[in-house]
Each structure stands twice: as structure tokens, then as C-alpha cells.
Nanobody, 126 residues
Framework: QVQLVESGGGLVQAGGSLRLSCAFS????????MGWFRQAPGKERDFVAA????????YYGDAVKGRFTISRDNNKNTVFLQMNSLKSDETGVYYC???????????????????WGQGTQVTVSS
């Protein structure tokens, strides 16, 4: 059974940075595309970033392009999200997710992800 555990969330001022980590266990990490999603209070869960199984391809939501970077370490079974220049409206719970689909396609769609972490709270103060 795949397990995902996020860490690294917290309180940061607008314009600041945070680095989220997601530890993967239970299966072969390198077989899964990985994604980050976030959910603001009272809103739907939105796509933030995704990375292919080998890490060679990345995708970003329009709102975070140029500020966030997704990466992975397949030796450490961990995916990261470096978030810079954070904005107050980016407050929310950030979720790590794994997609087991065997494909060259890296999904940005919530429904394609099979496994989810419990989330980590990010609060950006203005």
C-alpha cells in the first residue's frame, strides 16, 4: 500500500519561501508520476505542479509558474516543492499525490491520482 507523508508547511510572510517534502513508501517510487495540489479554505482542490517518473518533465499551474519548482529524488523516495515569492492567497492545505498510470503522459488532473497524503498547512500572512 502506498503511503505519502507531507512535511515542511508552516507560517510565512508574503514574499517568503517554503520547501515542502513528500515521503513515499510502499511501492517502487520511480514507477509513479507525482503531483502537488492545494486547497484553499472553502475552495476546490487545484493543481499546482507535477513531475514525471524519471523527473525529466515538469508541469505547473499558471499561477505558480516561475515561482514554484517541483523536483524528486528517486533514491530517497521523496518529491519536493520549492515555493518562492509566496502570496497571501496561496494559503491552504498542500497535498502530495501519486499517479500509478503507466504512460508517458504526466497528468495534471486530480482524478488521475490514485494516492494522496494527509496534507500540510501553508499559511501566508500579508
Amino acid at each position: 500500500q502506498v503511503q505519502l507523508v507531507e512535511s515542511g508547511g508552516g507560517l510565512v510572510q508574503a514574499g517568503g519561501s517554503l520547501r515542502l517534502s513528500c515521503a513515499f513508501s510502499g511501492r517502487a517510487f520511480s514507477r509513479y508520476s507525482m503531483g502537488w495540489f492545494r486547497q484553499a479554505p472553502g475552495k476546490e482542490r487545484d493543481f499546482v505542479a507535477a513531475i514525471s517518473r524519471a523527473g525529466g518533465t515538469t508541469y505547473y499551474g499558471d499561477a505558480v509558474k516561475g515561482r514554484f519548482t517541483i523536483s524528486r529524488d528517486n533514491n530517497k523516495n521523496t518529491v519536493f516543492l520549492q515555493m518562492n515569492s509566496l502570496k497571501s492567497d496561496e494559503t491552504g492545505v498542500y497535498y502530495c499525490a501519486a499517479d500509478s498510470t503507466i504512460s508517458t503522459y504526466t497528468s495534471t488532473q486530480i482524478h488521475d491520482y490514485d494516492y494522496w497524503g494527509q496534507g500540510t498547512q501553508v499559511t501566508v500572512s500579508s
